[in-house]
């Protein structure tokens, strides 16, 4: 790298960091360091290209995805998330209480998904991208995106049972997911 | 609510108690990076080293004079070594100490639709009898012996199913090896009388389109299903089954591996080993593919730095370090895992037991691509080119790898 692509990678560090990590967090079920490892590593992949690529920031969001969907593949101990037990509910049953309380039993809950499973889910619903997106984001079909999403949240469902009196979502109204095995495969 | 609207608000709120990076966040990628660069999943190096049981005697460099050197037309040739500081890729024989540059091949990633394309190499290897680095195309793969008489050779379109035994002498293969499960690695024993033949059922070097990117990537799963240890005389040995631990939880099936990951013979021949992405960086086995725990003196093995055991088998070629200077490499006890610094940034070949050949940046150290074959010495601040400097960025077609034989 040049003096100014150096220059450039160091702005767009400073400048776009901290939103990144926000995503990398997640994608890392809320554990902290590994979210900063995760952005490291695709801030390292980017300098090694940068000046051939046109929209860095396009191009780190793939490969933190990416490259956290493989690292689930990885055969790295999986870091259990420490996060504090909710609060036992006092009866009274204030609804803010409640709801923090449910935030609380989800984080944990989310936490405990595979990281595709989780990259799926923080793409659609924290990022707020349409099925096509996410599936050529992941380089998968649209029919895995779909089948994941389905499976995500039924895995959020029995590890936390208290979601039981929560509606579906969309996403969990299809009839069946598609299981056939290429699509369950990519 | 419903159930996409928690998860949503908790990814949310989530991401909002996220505390903001830490100011000097570009400097430490940078670092890091540089720290990293020889591990690239995708080096196979441990399938390049090739060493020697014997302690070579080292001999005594006569450092200092030629540490500045004109870069044009000079050949710096006195006792044992030979170098040419004004080419690259080298032309004429590099060798230290007995530990000669037997060959390099230039890599390139040859497109075969619009979505798939190999990673090829070809090879140059040095012709004994005219001193001269000449062109060997009909090889996909390139094991050396120690001594450089002989080289095991693979066939283009891995993985293929006869190994050549390359007479270096005379540039023909003297003898086939056939085998039943395909190969597309070689490793030579530190003796030079065994052959660590890698088997898999794909083409390890097929690489893949990164979606909406114009670069490759390796496959995510891997095809490895095993190892030979063939005795290179009789052509005779055995096949050992390593099956890909699966991982129950994922849907993909799979477990991490790069797309190659060849094994190869620890110093001591007891073991089979092969690098790993993952913690500790290695896996041990013993002949028969059963998984054992890591060798006394070789657990501070680095997979991706080639130069590995030192000849008495007391020190190990280790990672970046950069502390001491700018560019620098640890080099690490065998058993108690002190480790010392010194020159180079990237160790390739040990010559004898205090000396290594390294890729080097120059000086002023501007461009860490900019790479030359340097000689080091352990407890010397003392740099003695031997190459010139290798062009372009890392990954750009046409930089030469070098493939180094001891003694």
Request: hydrophobic share 40%; proline share 5%; net charge neutral.
């Amino acid at each position: 790298m040049n003096a100014e692509g150096l220059e450039s990678f160091r702005d767009f560090v400073d400048s776009r960091s901290s939103a990144l990590l926000k995503t990398a967090v997640l994608l890392c079920g809320g554990d902290q360091h590994a979210g900063e490892d995760l952005l490291q590593n695709a801030l390292i992949k980017a300098a090694g290209r940068w000046q051939r690529i046109d929209e860095p920031e396009a191009y780190v969001r793939r490969v933190l995805y990416r490259q956290q969907v493989s690292r689930w593949r990885l055969k790295w101990p999986r870091r259990e998330v420490s996060v504090a037990e909710p609060p036992e509910a006092d009866g009274a049953g204030a609804d803010p209480a409640a709801a923090t309380e449910l935030r609380l039993v989800m984080r944990q809950a989310l936490s405990r998904l595979t990281a595709r499973q989780r990259t799926v889910l923080v793409l659609r619903y924290f990022e707020d991208l349409p099925e096509a997106d996410v599936a050529r984001l992941l380089g998968c079909s649209v029919g895995t995106v779909r089948s994941t999403t389905h499976r995500s949240l039924a895995r959020l469902r029995q590890l936390a049972p208290e979601l039981a009196a929560l509606g579906s979502a969309e996403a969990e109204r299809f009839g069946s997911p598609n299981y056939s095995p290429a699509e369950v495969r990519s | 609510m419903n159930v996409d609207d928690l998860v949503r608000d908790t990814l949310r709120e989530q991401a909002a108690e996220q505390a903001p990076v830490a100011t000097g966040f570009a400097d430490r990628v940078l670092a890091v990076r540089r720290r990293r660069r020889t591990r690239r999943l995708a080096a196979a190096a441990v399938a390049t080293a090739a060493a020697v049981a014997v302690a070579v005697a080292v001999p005594l460099l006569d450092s200092g004079k030629e540490d500045v050197r004109p870069s044009g037309g000079i050949v710096v040739e006195k006792k044992d070594t030979k170098a040419h500081p004004d080419q690259s890729p080298p032309r004429e024989e590099i060798s230290v100490g007995g530990t000669t540059l037997a060959g390099y091949y230039l890599p390139e990633t040859v497109e075969t639709s619009s979505d798939t394309a190999v990673y090829q190499r070809t090879y140059h290897l040095l012709d004994p009898k005219t001193g001269k680095y000449a062109k060997a195309a009909d090889w996909s793969w390139v094991a050396v012996a120690p001594g450089m008489k002989t080289a095991a050779v693979l066939e283009r379109d891995l993985p293929v199913s006869r190994i050549g035994l390359l007479d270096l002498t005379t540039g023909k293969v003297e003898r086939w090896i056939q085998v039943e499960h395909d190969v597309a690695g070689l490793s030579f024993s530190r003796d030079g009388r065994k052959l660590v033949a890698t088997t898999y059922t794909k083409n390890p070097d097929l690489r893949v389109r990164t979606e909406g990117s114009d670069d490759w990537g390796q496959e995510w799963t891997s095809s490895r299903t095993g190892f030979y240890v063939l005795d290179v005389a009789s052509g005779k040995g055995d096949w050992a089954e390593v099956k890909l631990s699966s991982d129950p939880d994922d849907p993909m099936g799979g477990s991490f591996l790069n797309s190659r990951q060849d094994f190869a013979l620890t110093d001591d021949g007891r073991h089979v080993w092969e690098g790993s992405p993952t913690e500790p960086g290695y896996a041990f086995h013993d002949l028969r593919g059963n998984k054992v725990p890591a060798p006394k003196g070789d657990k501070y093995l680095s997979w991706f730095v080639d130069a590995g055991k030192s000849p008495s088998g007391k020190l190990v070629a280790g990672d970046f370090a950069g502390k001491k200077w700018t560019t620098s490499s640890y080099v690490v006890d065998a058993l108690t895992g002190a480790k010392t610094e010194v020159r180079g940034q990237q160790l390739l070949a040990w010559v004898g037991n205090s000396k290594l050949i390294a890729w080097d940046i120059d000086k002023e150290g501007k461009n860490e691509f900019h790479q030359r074959l340097v000689l080091v010495t352990v407890g010397s601040e003392k740099t003695v080119p031997l190459s010139g400097f290798r062009v372009g960025n890392d990954g750009d077609a046409g930089r030469w790898e070098p493939l180094f034989a001891q003694p």
